[in-house]
């Protein structure tokens, strides 16, 4: 069956068309244009027609963790709702929370998390989960991209079984999941550096997509250089790891990466924040994709990501929420306003938007046109309803700086509007 759809605004990569219009046939963009110009020979075609509105790519979310959408509730039954001093005493807290809460709370945190993403306009995630039986909750859930199983631990023996029991998962996979499978060595603090040498290359081997935290904090980059720092102070010992703290790393984050075979095209790098000129240089020779999660950044006081030199060294870069216990939302149009303020005149809102569509596409393993609305694409878009729309011109500054407060009414996947086809309460 086809329908066009139409509205005020439609935005095609970086071309803008006043009173476009694309053709959906069976959940594929047949074609795009003017709205005119799609209905001859298409006379037959039901119209579906927006008004006063723009019609754009989903956004990307390519780094979060919607297992933990319920964490601000948790932490706050907890008695917790102070916010920690420092990187270390947050992860401390996010610790003794996810300790005291029951596992099955998991599934409905998720699930949440995958509702309140799509009320946001994003239809691609890059997302971590711990607790495996909540992968369930993917399953015909509407959002599509990449879910990283999360392996973390410093006793080779646990490791092994956990990773065989992660492998048997993988192997398992629903093919026909909208959401694809990878792994996600957490960092390269929190796991046995000759174990994360083995697993990457068992990664590259199978051809299996990871992602790991790195240069989140200048506490990762004292620990790797030295053994020391609140790292060592304070979390070893809280987890009971004192007995493997040993020789130092002596490298930077993305150094001992690349020396342990893990800095590879499709390790996709979070964070960031304490990169150096000599480790861009690395990342780009790698051909890495780089997550910046802005806004986690700075509730953590964890630094800011050099974002100029990872533009002028040309690595593709994307944006993410990370989760809910370091951030107010799951909406990238909130990370796309507070970016464009905290980073100023390192990027310009095109840049920004570019990040927040085909970079994050790129970043899961996916083509770089997921991020367009074109033909011979599948039919993904959302629908923007300000109360007012921009002049032409400045439809991109409008969205970067202003999106976040305008209403997405609609958000198709292959050609189904999710917000009307999934109803879970909030």
Same mark, same amino acid.
């Given at each position: 069956?086809?329908?066009?759809?139409?509205?005020?605004?439609?935005?095609?990569?970086?071309?803008?068309?006043?009173?476009?219009?694309?053709?959906?046939?069976?959940?594929?963009?047949?074609?795009?244009?003017?709205?005119?110009?799609?209905?001859?020979?298409?006379?037959?075609?039901?119209?579906?027609?927006?008004?006063?509105?723009?019609?754009?790519?989903?956004?990307?979310?390519?780094?979060?963790?919607?297992?933990?959408?319920?964490?601000?509730?948790?932490?706050?039954?907890?008695?917790?709702?102070?916010?920690?001093?420092?990187?270390?005493?947050?992860?401390?807290?996010?610790?003794?929370?996810?300790?005291?809460?029951?596992?099955?709370?998991?599934?409905?945190?998720?699930?949440?998390?995958?509702?309140?993403?799509?009320?946001?306009?994003? !239809?691609?995630?890059?997302?971590?989960?711990?607790?495996?039986?909540?992968?369930?909750?993917?399953?015909?859930?509407?959002?599509?991209?990449?879910?990283?199983?999360?392996?973390?631990?410093?006793?080779?023996?646990?490791?092994?079984?956990?990773?065989?029991?992660?492998?048997?998962?993988?192997?398992?996979?629903?093919?026909?999941?909208?959401?694809?499978? !990878?792994?996600?060595?957490?960092?390269?603090?929190?796991?046995?550096?000759?174990?994360?040498?083995?697993?990457?290359?068992?990664?590259?081997?199978?051809?299996?997509?990871?992602?790991?935290?790195?240069?989140?904090?200048?506490?990762?980059?004292?620990?790797?250089?030295?053994?020391?720092?609140?790292?060592?102070?304070?979390?070893?010992?809280?987890?009971?790891?004192?007995?493997?703290?040993?020789?130092?790393?002596?490298?930077?984050?993305?150094?001992?990466?690349?020396?342990?075979?893990?800095?590879?095209?499709?390790?996709?790098?979070?964070?960031?924040?304490?990169?150096?000129?000599?480790?861009?240089?690395?990342?780009?020779?790698?051909?890495?994709?780089?997550?910046?999660?802005?806004?986690?950044?700075?509730?953590?006081?964890?630094?800011?990501?050099?974002?100029?030199?990872?533009?002028?060294?040309?690595?593709?870069?994307?944006?993410?929420?990370?989760?809910?216990?370091?951030?107010?939302?799951?909406?990238?149009?909130?990370?796309?306003?507070?970016?464009?303020?905290?980073?100023?005149?390192?990027?310009?809102?095109?840049?920004?938007?570019?990040?927040?569509?085909?970079?994050?596409?790129?970043?899961?393993?996916?083509?770089?046109?997921?991020?367009?609305?074109?033909?011979?694409?599948?039919?993904?878009?959302?629908?923007?309803?300000?109360?007012?729309?921009?002049?032409?011109?400045?439809?991109?500054?409008?969205?970067?700086?202003?999106?976040?407060?305008?209403?997405?009414?609609?958000?198709?996947?292959?050609?189904?509007?999710?917000?009307?086809?999934?109803?879970?309460?909030?």
């Amino acid at each position: 069956m086809a329908t066009i759809y139409t509205a005020q605004y439609l935005l095609s990569g970086s071309a803008l068309i006043e009173g476009g219009a694309l053709l959906d046939i069976d959940g594929r963009i047949a074609e795009v244009g003017a709205l005119q110009t799609i209905r001859r020979g298409n006379e037959q075609a039901a119209v579906v027609d927006f008004g006063s509105a723009i019609i754009l790519p989903p956004l990307v979310n390519a780094h979060t963790h919607l297992e933990l959408t319920d964490f601000p509730r948790w932490n706050d039954s907890e008695g917790r709702g102070k916010r920690p001093a420092s990187f270390v005493d947050w992860i401390l807290q996010v610790i003794r929370v996810k300790h005291r809460i029951p596992q099955e709370c998991y599934l409905s945190s998720l699930q949440r998390g995958i509702q309140l993403s799509l009320r946001a306009g994003t !239809g691609l995630v890059g997302d971590i989960l711990s607790y495996l039986p909540a992968r369930n909750a993917y399953r015909n859930c509407g959002l599509q991209g990449r879910v990283y199983l999360e392996i973390i631990g410093q006793n080779r023996s646990d490791l092994q079984k956990k990773l065989t029991a992660l492998k048997q998962v993988l192997l398992s996979w629903d093919k026909s999941n909208s959401v694809l499978a !990878g792994l996600s060595p957490h960092s390269l603090y929190t796991l046995d550096s000759s174990f994360l040498t083995d697993l990457f290359r068992e990664l590259e081997a199978d051809h299996v997509f990871s992602a790991i935290h790195l240069a989140e904090s200048a506490e990762e980059v004292e620990f790797l250089a030295t053994q020391g720092g609140d790292i060592a102070r304070k979390l070893y010992p809280f987890i009971g790891w004192e007995r493997y703290l040993g020789a130092p790393a002596g490298h930077p984050p993305a150094k001992q990466l690349q020396r342990i075979d893990g800095l590879r095209a499709d390790t996709l790098l979070v964070h960031g924040t304490q990169l150096t000129v000599d480790e861009i240089d690395l990342i780009a020779r790698a051909g890495c994709s780089v997550v910046l999660c802005p806004r986690s950044n700075d509730r953590l006081g964890s630094g800011k990501a050099p974002l100029s030199a990872l533009h002028q060294a040309g690595i593709n870069l994307a944006l993410g929420t990370d989760s809910m216990a370091s951030n107010d939302s799951l909406s990238i149009w909130d990370e796309l306003h507070f970016a464009a303020r905290w980073f100023g005149h390192q990027v310009d809102s095109a840049q920004l938007f570019d990040m927040a569509t085909t970079g994050g596409a790129i970043s899961l393993g996916y083509r770089s046109d997921w991020g367009l609305v074109q033909p011979e694409s599948s039919c993904n878009f959302q629908v923007l309803s300000p109360e007012d729309l921009p002049n032409p011109t400045d439809v991109i500054d409008f969205l970067v700086h202003e999106g976040h407060r305008a209403t997405v009414s609609h958000l198709f996947l292959n050609g189904i509007d999710r917000l009307r086809s999934h109803d879970i309460p909030l």
